[in-house]
C-alpha cells in the first residue's frame, strides 16, 4: 500500500509559479512510478507529467511542456511538479499517482492516488 499526500496548492496569477509537493509513506516508494494529473470542473481527469521510478526519464503533456517540471527525491519519498508560466486554463484540482508501469499517461494505469490539491490561476 501507498497513501499518497499533496501540498502546494493554492491561488496564482497568470504568469506566476507554483511548486507542488506529493509525499508517499512506505519504504517501496522508489519502486513506483509517478505521474502527475489534472480535473476541472466538469471535465475529465487528464494526464500531466509522469517520472520513472529512478527519476531519469520524465514524459509531459503537450499542454505543460517547457512549462512545468516534474522530479523526485526517493530519499524523501517525494515527487514534485514544478509550474512555471502558469495560465488560467491550467486551473484545476491536481492529483499525484503512483503505479508500477513507467511513463503511463492513462488514470487506469495507476495503482494509488492522492486526495488532490487545488489551484486556481488568475488572468
Known amino acids: 500500500q501507498v497513501q499518497l499526500v499533496e501540498s502546494g496548492g493554492g491561488l496564482v496569477q497568470a504568469g506566476g509559479s507554483l511548486r507542488l509537493s506529493c509525499a508517499a509513506s512506505?519504504?517501496?516508494?522508489?519502486?513506483?512510478?509517478m505521474g502527475w494529473f489534472r480535473q476541472a470542473p466538469g471535465k475529465e481527469r487528464e494526464f500531466v507529467a509522469a517520472?520513472?521510478?529512478?527519476?531519469?526519464?520524465?514524459y509531459y503533456a503537450d499542454s505543460v511542456k517547457g512549462r512545468f517540471t516534474i522530479s523526485r527525491d526517493n530519499a524523501k519519498n517525494t515527487v514534485y511538479l514544478q509550474m512555471n508560466s502558469l495560465k488560467p486554463e491550467d486551473t484545476a484540482v491536481y492529483y499525484c499517482?503512483?503505479?508500477?508501469?513507467?511513463?503511463?499517461?492513462?488514470?487506469?494505469?495507476?495503482?494509488?492516488w492522492g486526495q488532490g490539491t487545488q489551484i486556481t490561476v488568475s488572468s
Open positions: 499517482a503512483a503505479g508500477k508501469i513507467e511513463l503511463a499517461t492513462t488514470t487506469a494505469e495507476y495503482d494509488y
Open positions: 512506505g519504504r517501496t516508494f522508489s519502486t513506483y512510478a
Open positions: 517520472i520513472s521510478n529512478t527519476g531519469s526519464v520524465t
